[in-house]
């Protein structure tokens, strides 16, 4: 029973396509996050949503949107990818954001290559 | 500077040997520390926090937060084949009742030879 689930697992695209990563949470978390990895391996926050808010959203191009149809999902939609978007993306959940000693559950990321 | 400073390693012990990881930080505001493991091809997953200053002990594991010095430590004891992973220490604020963004090192490559 995977408590957080990304799809797919490996992306491999060409420059200026558009597409879409999911992330299912069965811990009936409040609050999901997007994650970059890039290849120096530094993990940066990209969004988080709160009961299908968007609360926080990091200094990222308006070519990546996030979209949660319910409080389980938050899929992650690229438009016009770019070289430099290749890395690997985790999807993650925690209770509730302000909470404290809710620690995040991370999913095991897609990797996304564009060629 | 970045936020969060952490040697990327690699880091290669014998089997039984006692690790220690650490990583700095530059924002005194940080007051939620944590300890993350990741095995290849995996996503991280949580081994220990604290919060504020102090020790905390799990097991083979022990954490310290030492913040006027602004360094954070992980002891692993009795290290085992295992816990070879990278070792991603994160931290993040707390302010008006909400914890802010987790910052995360770059993370330290272990690897315990049998």
């Known amino acids: 029973d995977t408590a957080v689930s990304q799809t797919p697992k490996y992306l491999v695209t060409q420059m200026g396509n558009d597409k879409s990563i999911k992330c299912e949470q069965n811990?009936?978390?409040?609050?999901m996050y997007w994650y970059k990895q890039d290849s120096k391996k530094f993990l940066k926050i990209m969004f988080s949503?709160?009961?299908?808010?968007?609360?926080i959203n990091e200094t990222v191009p308006n070519r990546f949107s996030p979209k949660s149809p319910d409080k389980a999902h938050l899929n992650l939609h690229i438009n016009s990818l770019e070289l430099g978007d290749s890395a690997v993306y985790f999807c993650?959940?925690?209770?509730?954001?302000?909470?404290?000693?809710?620690?995040?559950?991370f999913g095991d990321g897609t990797r996304l290559s564009i060629l | 500077q970045k936020e969060v400073e952490q040697d990327p390693g690699p880091l290669s012990v014998p089997e039984g040997a006692i690790v220690s990881l650490n990583c700095t930080y530059s924002?005194?505001?940080?007051?939620?520390f944590m300890w993350y493991r990741q095995y290849s091809r995996k996503g991280p997953e949580l081994l220990m926090y604290?919060?504020?200053?102090g020790n905390k002990e799990d097991g083979r594991f022990t954490a310290q937060v030492d913040k006027s010095s602004k360094y954070i430590s992980l002891f692993i004891r009795d290290s085992q084949p295992s816990d070879s992973a990278t070792y991603l220490c994160?931290?993040?604020?707390?302010?008006?009742?909400?914890?802010?963004?987790?910052?995360f090192g770059k993370g330290t490559k272990l690897s315990v030879k049998p």
């Open positions: 994160a931290m993040s604020e707390y302010y008006g009742g909400s914890q802010g963004n987790l910052i």
């Open positions: 993650a959940s925690s209770q509730d954001i302000g909470t404290l000693n809710q620690p995040q559950h």
């Open positions: 924002n005194s505001a940080f007051q939620y």
């Open positions: 604290t919060y504020s200053s």
């Open positions: 949503y709160n009961n299908k808010e968007l609360i």
């Open positions: 811990l009936g978390h409040d609050t």
